[in-house]
């Protein structure tokens, strides 16, 4: 295994593959049947694009700045450049900095002032649901649209009761949930949409940026998403009144000095965390750049395998191109989504299987839907939930490491019967695989 380090401004990669690259021809070279790991540190998904060279250098002289000012949090002007960024790449007259997107989910329910039952789709990071839960309101989950992972309007009215409130959808992966549909749907009842955008920073939706949409939408920047402020997150909306709600729930809800109004939260988020976020943001074009290319690089490695379906993006519209998701079809493919992630897994490829197993099937939801006798079906979201694998992208992975994941990938399919037989210890495996 070669190990060597070459960076650019913003690319942070290891090259760990050649060798892997040159010499992994045969399905007994997979680490799963006994060959060696491709890459020995292993490569995730939602490492983190961490700030190098320049902007690296203005990250460190905004964080001195910061300390020589000794104002490190409560709407600091590194936090309101920050607001100001967002606001302006959003194309919105508000963008309120929260300490992350669960929090900022929780402020903009509390400011729609939600009661009762939400729908949300199935189909998302638990955070959707939680964030909901955790201020006492019930969701309720909808089916998902095959083709865009997100929530199906299809699924909503026949959810809708007395008890709705509104309805949370996710732009999941980045890409545009069913905006127009819903949106007709939510006036008809009267209800307000708030947008789970936790993804999908700097995409658009029909030219327009996602940011401006429903009642609100709220952004993350954890680590793990391609502009990061560590923790973080962004509340955004063209509604007045409702932003200054938001900016005072973000802070117990004071209303200047001594005067509390409302009973908010502390969901503000820090300077530190700011001039990280405003470091990822000089940084963004560039590491848009390096996605698309990763994607278009596994569009190729991946091209022509059966039962392997990378996710399409509409080039036509701004992307942020942060998750690479492919589907898995079993049948067709010969190995489970899982037994595929197990050949990665061995070989350092940590492929994440987002969002097994759906929120429906996740504590409390689980067990208050089986007391409540409710035997919903969710099938798009239970197929998805066993067939979606997210691959490893950002300006950790280049080509050459894709060039590896891809070619282990048509090695697995191809000694599927092989990799059974390891996986599950049976003679029998292979029968079934060939069949
Ligand atoms: N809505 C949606 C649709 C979301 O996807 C999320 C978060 C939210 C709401 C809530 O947003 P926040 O409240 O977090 O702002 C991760 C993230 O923690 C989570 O933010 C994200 N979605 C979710 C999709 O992914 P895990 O449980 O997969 O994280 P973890 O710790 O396994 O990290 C993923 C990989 O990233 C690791 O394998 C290693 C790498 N990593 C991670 C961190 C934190 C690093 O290399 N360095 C790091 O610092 O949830």
Redesign the pocket.
């Known amino acids: 295994m070669i190990t060597k380090e070459r960076s650019s401004s913003v690319a942070v990669r290891t090259i760990q593959a050649l060798e892997a690259t040159e010499t992994k021809k045969h399905v007994s070279q997979l680490a799963l049947l006994g060959g060696k790991p491709a890459f020995a540190e292993g490569l ?5 694009n961490v700030p190098r060279g320049a902007a690296r250098a203005r990250f460190m002289k905004r964080m001195t700045e910061i300390l020589d000012r000794q104002w490190l949090t409560n709407h600091g002007p590194v936090v309101k450049e920050f607001e100001q960024e967002i606001a302006r790449l959003t194309g919105v007259p508000h963008a309120i900095a929260v300490c ?3 929090q900022g ?1 929780q402020v903009a329910a509390k400011a729609c002032e939600l009661t009762g039952e939400v729908i949300v789709p199935a189909f ?2 638990i ?2 649901a939680h964030a909901l839960n955790w201020i006492g309101l019930q969701p309720v989950f909808a089916d998902v649209d095959s083709a865009t992972h997100s929530m199906d309007p299809r699924q909503i009215e026949k959810l809708i009761t007395p008890r709705t409130s509104a309805i949370v959808a ?1 732009h ?1 992966w980045g890409r545009p949930c069913a905006v127009e549909q819903i949106e007709k749907i939510a006036r008809w009842y009267e209800l307000p949409v708030i947008y ?1 955008a ?2 999908a920073f700097g995409c658009s939706h029909r030219g327009q940026m996602i940011g401006s949409f429903g009642s609100a939408e709220v952004f ?1 920047f ?3 998403k391609f502009i990061n402020s560590g ?1 973080g ?1 962004a509340i955004t909306t063209n509604d007045d009144e409702l932003a200054a709600r938001i900016r005072r729930l973000v802070n117990f809800g004071f209303e200047g000095f001594d005067r509390v109004v409302d009973v908010g939260t502390n969901a503000k988020m820090s300077e530190a965390a700011a001039a990280m976020g405003l470091a990822g943001l000089e940084m963004i074009d560039e590491v848009i750049e390096i996605n698309h290319k990763n994607y278009a690089a596994y569009q190729a490695g991946l091209a022509g395998l059966p039962g392997v379906r990378l996710l399409p993006n509409d080039e036509r519209e701004a992307r942020n191109h942060q998750y690479v998701v492919i589907e898995i079809e079993a049948d067709r493919a010969g190995l489970s989504r899982d037994q595929l992630r197990d050949v990665l897994w061995a070989e350092g490829i ?1 492929a ?1 299987r ?1 969002f097994y197993p759906g929120c429906h099937r996740m504590e409390p939801y689980l067990t208050e839907r089986a007391e409540r006798h409710f035997h919903q079906v969710l099938p798009v979201t239970e197929r998805l939930a066993e067939s979606v694998l997210t691959l490893p992208t950002g300006t950790s992975v280049g080509a050459d490491e894709i060039a590896v994941i891809s070619q282990i990938i048509r090695l697995a399919l191809k000694g599927a019967p092989e990799v059974i037989l390891k996986l599950t210890g049976t003679e029998h495996a292979l029968a079934s695989a060939g069949s």
């Open positions: 995730h998904v939602g490492r983190p992350n997107a669960t989910l998302t990071f955070a959707t996710t999941l789970d936790a993804h993350s954890h680590a793990t923790e997150g940590m994440r987002y």
